[in-house]
T-cell receptor
Framework: EAGVAQSPRYKIIEKRQSVAFWCNPI?????LYWYQQILGQGPKLLIQ????????DSQLPKDRFSAERLKGVDSTLKIQPAKLEDSAVYLC???????????FGNGTRLTVT | AQSVTQLGSHVSVSEGALVLLRCNYS??????LFWYVQYPNQGLQLLLK??????LVKGINGFEAEFKKSETSFHLTKPSAHMSDAAEYFC?????????????FGKGTHLIIQP
């Protein structure tokens, strides 16, 4: 089966600019997650979707981050405006159901200068 | 809230030697625990998971982990290290204990294999 697809793989922007990341989960996976992985740290959950509804966004900095999954399939994560501390790898993951493992994409590496 | 602590940000072993990566958890409910591996520029791949069945869990690539409630530990081991095992390893816990939500990860341990 095809894995979780993410694009772009790399992005370099200046602070205060906007950026968007895209994720296409494995077909049929109802649950989708966005994680932020800062260099030298473990991934931190930003938001969890179940189909097109938000299950958990308690760690999403809502003043600058937004995410949507309008049709319950692919998803976009946006940062506006970006700060230097947003430099990280943004990982998307999906799972079929709660007993199935998470499948991760290869991530988008964001550098904010 | 549940959390995990990985002891040692870097572990170096010789090829063929025992691999031991340490993870301790904090949980107010019976935890679901996981080990993931991350190769450079890739996403995370599940090695194994504990979901309250057998305390000794076998995973892929010859890895296994033992759940010890008395020690609140879930250490990852492999009898004989291979060069291909060099990667970043993350221990994770399901915050609510049920496995249905996003995971809370430790800071990771970088495994170095010396020839």
């Amino acid at each position: 089966e095809a894995g979780v697809a993410q694009s772009p793989r790399y992005k370099i922007i200046e602070k205060r600019q906007s950026v968007a990341f895209w994720c296409n989960p494995i077909s049929g996976h109802a649950t989708l997650y966005w994680y932020q992985q800062i260099l030298g740290q473990g991934p931190k959950l930003l938001i969890q979707f179940q189909n097109n509804g938000v299950v958990d966004d308690s760690q999403l900095p809502k003043d600058r981050f937004s995410a949507e999954r309008l049709k319950g399939v692919d998803s976009t994560l946006k940062i506006q405006p970006a700060k230097l501390e947003d430099s990280a790898v943004y990982l998307c993951a999906s799972r079929l159901d709660w007993v199935s493992p998470l499948h991760f994409g290869n991530g988008t590496r964001l550098t904010v200068t | 809230a549940q959390s995990v602590t990985q002891l040692g940000s870097h572990v170096s072993v010789s090829e063929g030697a025992l691999v031991l990566l340490r993870c301790n958890y904090s949980s107010s409910v019976p935890p679901y625990l996981f080990w993931y591996v991350q190769y450079p520029n890739q996403g995370l791949q599940l090695l194994l998971k504990y979901t309250s069945a057998a305390t000794l869990v076998k995973g892929i690539n010859g890895f296994e982990a033992e759940f010890k409630k008395s020690e609140t530990s879930f250490h990852l081991t492999k009898p004989s290290a291979h060069m291909s095992d060099a990667a970043e390893y993350f221990c994770a816990v399901s915050p609510s204990g049920g496995g249905a939500d996003g995971l809370t990860f430790g800071k990771g341990t970088h495994l170095i294999i010396q020839p």
